[in-house]
């Protein structure tokens, strides 16, 4: 493969090297502690249903499941101030 000229070798040098827009920004970094935090909930957010199906009732864990979910809809929505008192 022959070698890119011009500004993309720039860039391509830049990100490789780790200095200027590239991977060392916070907020590429940031990005990466938020993906790596979401995979790490799901991980253990499965075992965990898993196991309170086995050892508690069906009812207790649908209860359960919908009032967690009705917390994070509401939480989300207070996120967007749709549930704030008007001014």
């Known amino acids: 493969m022959e070698k890119l000229g011009g500004p993309l070798a720039q860039l391509r040098e830049r990100l490789q090297s780790g200095t200027g827009s590239g991977r060392g920004t916070a907020l590429v970094r940031n990005g990466r502690i938020l993906a790596a935090s979401a995979v790490l909930a799901a991980g253990l957010g499965a075992p965990f249903w898993l196991l309170a199906a086995r050892w508690f009732s069906t ?15 509401r939480r989300g929505a207070g996120s967007f101030r749709a549930l704030a008192a008007p001014p």
């Open 59 to 73: 009812a207790a864990v649908g209860r359960s499941c919908a009032l967690l979910s009705a917390a994070s809809c």
